[in-house]
Each structure stands twice: as C-alpha cells, then as structure tokens.
C-alpha cells in the first residue's frame, strides 16, 4: 500500500526504518567506543558487548526521527542516538548484576557480568555512562556549546537521581517492600523515572539539536513522555504472556519476583486499555508536525503490538 | 613566623586553608546534593553518606586554588569543586564494593555498601558521578555555555575509560596477574590513570574557569600531574608505614593484596625520594604564577610529608 506521495505508509515503512537507524547507530557506536587495545583491552572490549550488537534502538531511533523535523546534520543526531543508547546500556548491565536483579540473559546474550566478570561489568558501566559525556560535549555533536550543554544537562537529569537512577532505586525498594504495598500511583512514578524520563528526553533531543522553538520541543517530550508509559505496559504485558525465546531475556520474572506492574494491579485487559489510550495521546502530541513525523506515530502504536 | 606583607608564609597557612576549602566546599555539597525526601530518600541518604562528611577534599581544594589564580566567582570555583568531590565520591564507593576492593572502612565509618546494602551503593555511585554532570552543566557554574562545555569534556575524559575507569580496571587486573609481573612503567600508567588524570583536571579546572591563557592553562595542569604522581607513592608510602588510627582506613592492604606499588618496586627509600623529585618539578611549573600559588606550592610539599 502507497500514500499519494508513492511512498510506503508510515506502519508499513517503520520495520525498515527501525532496521537502519539500529544499524546506523550501530556504526556510530563502533566509531565512538575505544578499540579494544592497551592493558585495559578487557574494559574497552566489555563496554562494546554491552553496548553493541543487539537491542532494538527505540531511543536512537526516537532521537534521529526527532532531528529529522528540524534542520540537523545527520552525524550529529547519530552521536546524539550513540550517546542516549550508551547510557542505556550502562542502566542495563549495572540493573543486570547479582546484587540488582542477578540476570543472566540479556538480548538473547549472557549478560555483561556472566560474559567478563562483576569487577569489570561495574567498570564498564560507570565507563560507557561517563564515555556519553565525553561524546555530548564533543564540537562534532552541535557547533554551538550553548545546545551541547543543554543536552548534556537533559541527559544528565534523565538519567541521574531525580531520573532513571532514582527510578531503579525505587524498583530495588519496591522488591522489598510487602506485598500489596504498591499502588498505581507508587507504580507509574517508579516506572517514569526509571524508564520514562529517558525516553523522553530522547524524543525531545532532536529538538535541542535543531534549536526547535520550545513549543515544538515540548511537544516532541509529551510525546515521548505518554510513549515511554505505554512502552513500559507494553513490556509488562510481553513479560507476562511471551516466551524467553520471543524477548531474548528471561520472561514471567516480575511475578516471579513478586514485582508490582500495572498489569498485575489493573489486569491484562485494563493494562492493553490504557496502553492504548497513551498511544492515542502520544499520537495527539504529533499533529503539528504533519506528516514528516509518521514513522514517530508508526512507532507509537508499534510500542503495542510487539511481540519482542 | 610572617612573611614582608604581614601574612603567614603559604606552609603555615596551608593547614588552616585546607579546612576552610574543606568546610566552604562541604557546605556546597550540602545544596547541591538531592535532600532526603520522597520513596528514593534511601538513594539520595547513600549519595550523602558517599560523599560527604570526611576526606581531606585534595581536588575540590586544587580547584579553588587553581581558580585564585583568574578572576573567578568564588561560587563557580565551588560548584565546580564539589562537581569533582562527587566524582572522586562516586569512585570511592565503586571500588569498595565487594567485587572489586571489597573495603568495609573508609574515612573512618563504614563504606558505603556496608552502611546501606550493595545494590544502594552501586546505584550511589551511579547518582554521584551523573549529579555530577548536571551541577557543571547548570548556568550557575559559569555564563559561557563554551566554559562549562569544556569542563564537562575535560572531567569525563579524566574519569571515563582512558582516565579514572581505565586505571581502575588495570588494578584489578594487575591483582589477578602473575607475581612480578609489574613494572615501573605500567604501576606509573596505572596511577597516572587511576587518580591522575582527575588530580590533573582539578588543578586545571581554574584556568578553565577563568578563560586563562593556555599557557597557564598548561602549566596548572602539569602542576597537577606531577603532584598526583607525587600523592599516589604517599599514598603507598602510608599504606606500608602507617597504621589504620592515622589513615583512617585498612592499611598494609597493598602488600597483603600482592598489589604492585613502585614503593614495592623501588623501596621505600628510592620511592621517597621519586616523591621528593615530582615536587620540585610540579613547584616549577608554579614559577609564572608568582606568590598568588603560594599555597599551591606549600600543599605540594605537604603532600609527601602528611601522615594521613
């Protein structure tokens, strides 16, 4: 099926869409990373397991289709995508180790811990978050100091202890916690922080990039704001109904866990619902932008209808 | 005893200037620190207890001095300073976790993982080094987007992969290698990485702060290496010399550990008096600055004479 314009429809063009920017940002990647050489080889060697080589991209993609509604240079958004995607893969493999949630597989991988030891996956982490900044504040990144530092803040507030830090902490508190302490509200607060504050600002980084007025750059964070919540139940639902083999990690251990998730306290069917409707409102925040942001709402519902 | 202006010599000063750096950069810990409140009040108690309350604050006090050099607002100096203090922090408490130092003393109290639980120290660390970020990045550390910019790019080169990290992942190897193994050259490039590089950006951050010339830039920061290298054979001296009442923390570790030091490689006598050379070279590169880096010089040479 072809719009008027005799290009694939959004739904229809995100696979492949999604297909290049992975394999785009993997590149990036493979360029910002230091080679594995010197003594520390083994750092250098497990920062890149961790950080390459799988994973779907969803916030490298957000930041590239993001810069695509403004004018931004395209190595420029990449390093911004590589960026964002490195300290994604630092929450992981630190999230991952034995004194966190003690996971083994990851993307269908032993886990940075299981693969090097614990010693060396903390190091990688605390390496591939601080390496982010180092590529942040490069002059390749943006010209102008004044958009590099206020990605940096972005980021950095994102992912720091009023973000995806504080969220974790939350995640380790609430295992802890009795059963049947966590409410929605406790539930959805956990969940923004750890997960959402990141997606958001990788929506709203190609914003920052393309010096957008701050009407557009608040819009592009809804969006990824009302996203990354419906990401979340998404992922929720695919850990409580698919199988290891679909996810590539090990599935059914938030109830294993005894963790409360939105679908344990509103159910399968009530979780899909509100799902939707952020998917809905994820799609509202768009319409500004016409049709150049398509593959962003493809995405959105995309979120939903995974089976990975 | 005083000198022709009626002021104390730099030597006699030093030790009270020392305290007052330590409170004044204490008290901006204090504010820019995340407070105890909300269901995360367990991460941002872990952040404080990591780093606050102890240390004799070396960078922080290196980057108000440096700083004294230019014209630079004593609350930018600070602000900076207390961004390095949470850095040096954050990798305090990563290298006493159980699966790297694996140290239950520092400073006198309990480590950080066993004042509060492992997972709580990882995501500390975490918070330390990211919070970090945001305080540089924040318009309040200096108007000039480029200033701040280059702090970021400077302080994430000294502690990523190629700086703080890397140096740490080498002393973990280097206490899983064969015995007699080391070197002079690479015990000298694992310290030069370890604590190094952050020693070497604390005395440089000043210049950077006060827009100086690049020569001065250059001359701090090569201040500062040579007094880091200076610090580290202390350090090692004090490890084999003095006891845990004075350091406050384990001692004898080094040897016990098998670790490779250049004062096990050279004696404590050649390592001494290493230690004494590296002072006098990082006095010279003081020259330029005339009396204002009195204190620059005496803390140089206080460096090797402390006994804790």
């Known amino acids: 099926m072809q719009d008027k314009t005799g290009t694939a429809l959004p739904a229809e063009a995100l696979p492949a869409a999604l297909s290049a920017a992975a394999e785009a940002i993997e590149q990036a990647l493979d360029v910002l990373l230091p080679r594995a050489e010197g003594a520390e080889a083994r750092l250098y060697e497990a920062m890149r397991y961790g950080a390459m080589g799988g994973g779907k991209r969803m916030r490298g993609f957000l930041v590239l289709e993001g810069a695509r ?3 931004v240079s395209r190595s420029a958004a990449l390093r911004v995508a590589a960026a964002i ?4 893969a630092y929450s992981l493999v630190h999230d991952d180790l034995p004194a966190m949630d003690d996971d083994d597989l990851r993307r269908g991988k032993p886990t940075c811990h299981r693969a090097f030891d614990e010693a060396t996956a903390i190091l990688a982490g605390d390496a591939l978050l601080t390496h982010a900044f180092t590529v942040l504040a490069g002059e390749d990144t943006h010209p102008d100091p ?3 530092c206020e990605l940096i803040r972005c980021l950095s507030l994102a992912a720091g202890p009023r973000g995806m830090v504080g969220g974790q902490m939350l995640d380790m508190l609430a295992e802890a ?5 966590a409410t929605e509200a ?3 607060r956990l969940q923004l922080l750890k997960t959402g504050k990141l997606i958001e600002f990788s929506a709203e980084a190609g914003a920052i990039l393309g010096k957008a007025p701050i009407s557009q750059r608040h819009a592009l964070a809804a969006y990824g704001r009302e996203l990354g919540a419906a990401f979340q139940i998404a992922d929720d639902l695919l850990d409580a109904t698919a199988t290891a083999g679909e996810t590539g990690k090990r599935t059914g251990k938030d109830a294993e866990a005894g963790k409360a998730t939105l679908v344990g306290l509103l159910g399968l069917e009530r979780a899909r619902i509100q799902a939707e409707a952020l998917v809905e409102q994820a799609k509202l925040h768009l319409e500004g932008f016409g049709e150049r942001a398509g593959l962003l709402c493809a995405l959105a519902a995309y979120t939903i209808e995974r089976r990975h």
Chains 1, 2 share one sequence.
């Not at 995607?85 to 994604?88: A, L, N």
């Not at 916690?177 to 302490?181: L, N, R, S, T």
Request: hydrophobic share 45%; net charge negative; proline share 6%.
């Open 146 to 148: 004044a958009v590099r």
């Open 85 to 88: 995607e490195m300290v994604h």
């Open 186 to 188: 406790s539930v959805g």
């Open 69 to 71: 509604q403004f004018t």
């Open 177 to 181: 916690a009795e059963p049947g302490a």
